[in-house]
T-cell receptor
Framework: GAGVSQTPSNKVTEKGKYVELRCDPI?????LYWYRQSLGQGPEFLIY????????DSGLPNDRFFAVRPEGSVSTLKIQRTERGDSAVYLC?????????FGPGTRLTVL | DQQVKQNSPSLSVQEGRISILNCDYT??????FLWYKKYPAEGPTFLIS?????DKNEDGRFTVFLNKSAKHLSLHIVPSQPGDSAVYFC????????????FGAGTILRVKS
């Protein structure tokens, strides 16, 4: 079956702009996670959804970051007033029985 | 405060030999440990895992060992193949933290033919 998909694969934006990153999880997976991977580091947790609600958003770095999952399937990570330090690969994962399946990521570059 | 550490940034091994990748953790609440493999421009792919109630889990050429008293785990790949060349991430989770994964920085494995 289809895996986790993320769009766009690459996003280049200018400092101060708003961006939206989309994640389509594996059908039927109720848990969805967002991670951010900076160069030379492992992925870092941002936020976790169980169904439609954010069960844990403790990893969001500040209030410029927000994520939604209105129907319990597709999720959108929103970043306001982007900064150069936001440049990273944003990974989404969905989970069944504890195992997380990752998408290919969106590479965000803020100029 | 790195809760999961992979102290070797890279490892080079000859084809056919054993590859040993190491990982240390500090949080005693972690109860599940995983290894992920990552190729460039792809997301991490699950490789093997181990629960904290076990000390060894084997799947084909891959074996993970867990030493809880030392808060240390290792991944053994034998025999190593050129296709194993990738970045390997160690990750840990705890059920009461919602199973969010805490990753190490990764180890680049190069298997030379």
């Amino acid at each position: 079956g289809a895996g986790v998909s993320q769009t766009p694969s690459n996003k280049v934006t200018e400092k101060g702009k708003y961006v939206e990153l989309r994640c389509d999880p594996i059908s039927g997976h109720t848990a969805l996670y967002w991670y951010r991977q900076s160069l030379g580091q492992g992925p870092e947790f941002l936020i976790y959804f169980q169904g439609t609600g954010a069960a844990d958003d403790s990893g969001l770095p500040n209030d410029r970051f927000f994520a939604v999952r209105p129907e319990g399937s597709v999720s959108t990570l929103k970043i306001q007033r982007t900064e150069r330090g936001d440049s990273a690969v944003y990974l989404c994962a969905s989970s069944s029985r504890g195992r997380q399946f990752f998408g290919p990521g969106t590479r965000l570059t803020v100029l | 405060d790195q809760q999961v550490k992979q102290n070797s940034p890279s490892l080079s091994v000859q084809e056919g030999r054993i590859s040993i990748l190491n990982c240390d953790y500090t949080n005693s609440m972690f109860d599940y440990f995983l290894w992920y493999k990552k190729y460039p421009a792809e997301g991490p792919t699950f490789l093997i895992s181990i629960s904290s109630i076990k000390d060894k889990n084997e799947d084909g050429r891959f074996t993970v060992f867990l030493n809880k008293s030392a808060k240390h785990l290792s991944l053994h790949i034998v025999p190593s193949q050129p296709g194993d060349s990738a970045v390997y991430f160690c990750a840990a989770s705890a059920a009461e933290y919602g199973n969010k994964l805490v990753f190490g920085a990764g180890t680049i494995l190069r298997v030379k033919s």
